[in-house]
């Protein structure tokens, strides 16, 4: 919930959430010990607890429908949150199905159990090391290749005012080699500049303009929606605004909303 951005407007705050379910669940164990009750835990309650595991992945599945919705899958990296985000949603989904499908009482449900989370946790240990890999690549690629310093500012100067005056950033589906053939120079040379003498990804670029677009609104739009005001300023799902925000600004869209009262603003 925290990754999509819905986890201060539920009606029942995470902590006490949780605290009502390990409750429920050491009051239960308590009052019906497996030693005694052995019966009762590979019928009923196995069940039981196999269909509260299932209501949570169907809200799940609905609290993440609209971000899929929205996603161009041929942008997708390792490194997007999305990406990790459905990763886990399916890991939890086959873990579910192997437990679900095989019976408590038997060695079936034991041996299944085990490979899934095996197949599950040695999958997410791959992509992770294919992402830091990936990662790497970036940092390295242009170590030895610097941009001269009066051409590089130059290039920043120009690449500032393009982006202010027609607004790129509010294209979701903006990308780099459309930004640097308006800058006029190629995509690499682009990447290149952006990493050597900003210090930033292309991603955390247009990102930073995004987030000081979103600012405003925030601000002076109260009751705009955190979803109209990701898509108006660039954003492609909800999730990602929040956590893009969170990381530059150090607070929530609805925090940060809640401790700045409106200002009078040029137009976005």
Known sequence: MSKVGKIESQLIKWPLHLTGLLTLIAGV???YPYQSNPELWGGTLYKVINFIWL?????????????????????LSLTDDNTWLISVFVGNAVIWLAYFTASYTSY???????????FIFLLAFLVFIK??????????KYENKKIIDTEADSLITKLAHI??????????????????????????????????????SFSLFMNEYRIEAAKLLLINEKKMSMDLIAEQCGFNSQSTF????KKLVGATPALFRKENKPIRSPEL
């Open 29 to 31: 164990g308590i009052a």
């Open 131 to 140: 992402a830091r890999e990936s990662q790497k690549k970036g940092h390295i």
């Open 163 to 200: 982006m202010e005056e027609e607004e790129l950033y509010k294209n979701a589906n903006v990308t780099m080699p459309q930004i640097a053939k308006t800058l006029g120079i190629s995509s690499s040379y682009l990447s290149q500049l952006l990493n050597d003498n900003c210090n930033k």
């Open 108 to 118: 079936t449900s034991y041996i299944v159990g085990a490979l899934s989370f095996s």
């Open 55 to 75: 209501l949570y992945l169907v809200m799940s599945a609905y609290v993440l429908f609209p971000t899929v919705k929205k996603l161009n899958y041929k942008q």
């Open 242 to 245: 929040y956590n893009a925000f």
